[in-house]
């Protein structure tokens, strides 16, 4: 798809939306195939512009995030898992929302972030004006939501959350029609749970739909109500002939009921992970029903945006994005998924024309597009091609850096009490960079253990996460913290111990300062009961905190839900 750019010195540039979906597989949407599924309001989009056959993202969504906000592999931005602190944006990486703000853009962010938990990483501190939605992988809850942050102070809502995060985006729009706008839409449905008003399930369950499934494309159809609303404000406020839309989902899909005979799903790195459906439309500009084969990816939208904003690209450093607006690059795709160390055992894929060189295969795309026959044997010299590319491109993706969480931040004005989340904690004795030999762990998901230590990371969900099992002395689990403002603080934990495992004794130490305490009941193990415990005087600087067992249990010492450090004097 090749269009004319947009003059740079047009004196309004366009405005932007963009629409992501979160774990709608390429196959989820009427315009792909799926003659099930009811997404009127996504196939339109398809109609009236460009909708791409070949379109990828990454295996899951963090990844996917970040390339779209940088225009780079994710790799070298910071992120390397979607929790325990590996979903983190550098702090010096450049997004799209800032490269719109020098052009004069108003930017807005409703929905999931998942680019950084902590204040220093949050969209207003990535130059979004205004944001609306949660940091982490995924809500507990989407119905009167209690994860919902305004500029990053919390706020309690009413309803569905596609619901109010397309009335936040309908206000920003109205909100700046007579300014140039990027507006980030970004729903995080269909990613589990599966909760959406029945009348859209049963709409399917009619239809033969299994359960599952039936919930997943119900939350779409909601969803595609949500968007047809949003695309007739850009139409009452007369915005949409300069408006480019970009629609997208984050990873492969999760539904099995139609799959377009693609192999694989969300999470690998088979074409069922990695393609997702992508249209824009742009009035008088991209050409109405068009279909691009070319093999396209997400991180090709930073530069697309850029040029149709008609904003100079960051010259130093590797942007690796290409414009969809240009003919297609000569070019591989790389993709990969671990949730710790990236290297050639993780979960990998290289595409290069119609050639495919997973960890063990070789695919032939145009031939073979739903990945069934190997020809690594017969074609072994395009395969060690094709595995050397890999290997030169994970080398440089991964000289110099560490894959561990950012330290956080403690002490902060805006931020205070700061809340120190089990899934960001390393158990102590194990690698640093939590290297896992196998790849992704298996579920339940648990860090690698140090020696004889039992002590385990549960996750329920990030509102019910506990460090829990810990029962030796010098169990525990740490943190990396950078204490911006030397003082007193204040502790407070939240934690649940059934009344007969009462009575263990924990220690935090936080560098040189330490505090001790008895572990009291609560109504149950699972009923978590927030306790002050003391204060601790902390000086500036990087440090670690950890907490431990002191005393032999023979029960768990607790199950530790929080802990929470608040500055409260010099
Ligand atoms: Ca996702």
Not at 183 to 189: E, F, G, P, T
Not at 385 to 401: D, H, K, N, V
Not at 452 to 465: P, R
Not at 555 to 566: C, G, T
């Amino acid at each position: 798809m090749a269009v004319p750019a947009v003059a740079a010195a047009q004196t309004r540039p366009p405005n932007i939306v963009l629409i992501l979906t979160d774990d709608q597989g390429w196959w989820d949407v009427g315009r792909n195939g799926n003659t099930a599924i009811e997404t009127p309001a996504m196939d339109r989009l398809a109609a009236e512009g460009v909708s791409f056959q070949r379109f990828y993202a990454s295996p899951v969504c963090a990844p996917t995030r970040a390339s779209i906000m940088t225009g780079r592999y994710y790799l070298r931005t910071g992120i390397y898992n979607t929790r325990f602190g590996g979903d983190t944006l550098d702090a010096n990486e450049i997004t799209i929302a800032q490269l719109l703000q020098t052009r004069g853009y108003r930017t807005g962010l409703f929905g999931k972030w998942h680019l950084g938990h902590y204040r220093r990483f949050h969209p207003d501190r990535r130059a979004f004006h205004r944001w609306v939605g949660f940091t982490q992988g995924h809500v507990e809850r989407y119905f009167h939501p209690d994860q919902l942050l305004d500029n990053g102070k919390p706020v309690k809502a009413r309803g569905h959350l596609t619901d109010l995060f397309t009335d936040c985006a309908i206000d920003f729009v109205k909100d700046n029609r007579e300014r140039p706008f990027f507006l980030y839409l970004a729903y995080n449905v269909p990613h589990s749970p599966n909760y959406v008003e029945n009348r859209w399930t049963e709409r399917y369950l009619k239809k033969g739909v299994p359960l599952e499934d039936a919930q997943i494309y119900g939350m779409l159809s909601h969803c595609d109500e949500n968007i047809g609303r949003l695309l007739r404000t850009l139409d009452d406020q007369g915005l949409r002939d300069n408006t480019l839309v970009v629609f997208l989902s984050d990873n492969g899909g999760v539904s099995k009921y139609f799959k377009a005979g693609l192999r694989g799903q969300k999470a690998s790195a088979y074409e069922g992970g990695i393609r997702v459906p992508c249209f824009l439309r742009w009035p008088g500009r991209i050409e109405p029903g068009t279909e691009d084969k070319s093999a396209r990816a997400a991180m090709d939208l930073f530069p697309t945006i850029a040029e149709v904003a008609g904003v100079p690209m960051p010259k130093d450093r590797p942007i690796d994005g290409k414009s969809l607006l240009a003919p297609p690059p000569d070019r591989a795709l790389f993709h990969i998924w671990d949730r710790f160390q990236p290297s050639l055992r993780s979960n990998w894929s290289i595409t290069r024309g119609r050639h495919k060189l997973t960890r063990t295969e070789l695919f032939d795309l145009e031939a073979d597009p739903s990945e069934k026959v190997n020809l690594k044997a017969q074609q072994p010299e395009v395969a060690a091609r094709l595995q050397r590319e890999f290997e030169t491109w994970l080398a440089e993706m991964t000289r110099g850096r560490r894959f561990e969480p950012a330290a956080i931040e403690v002490g902060r004005a805006d931020d205070n009490p700061v809340e120190l989340h089990p899934s960001w904690a390393i158990v102590p004795g194990t690698n640093v960079t939590w290297a896992s030999p196998g790849g992704t762990p298996s579920k339940p998901e648990a860090l690698p253990r140090s020696g004889a230590s039992t002590v385990n990371y549960s996750f329920a969900g990030y509102d019910w996460d506990t460090i829990d099992s810990w029962r030796k002395p010098g169990d525990g689990a740490e943190w990396k913290l950078n204490v911006v403002a030397a003082g007193r603080y204040r502790v407070r934990f939240a934690y649940g111990c059934r009344a007969s495992a009462a009575g263990g004794r924990w220690r935090l130490e936080v560098g040189r300062s330490v505090l001790e305490g008895v572990v009291l009941a609560t109504p149950g193990r699972n009923v978590f009961q927030e306790f002050d415990v003391g204060e601790l005087r902390l000086a500036a600087g990087l440090v670690i905190a950890r907490i431990s067992v002191t005393q032999e249990r023979k029960e768990e010492l607790m199950a530790l839900n929080r802990i929470w450090l608040e500055r409260i004097g010099r």
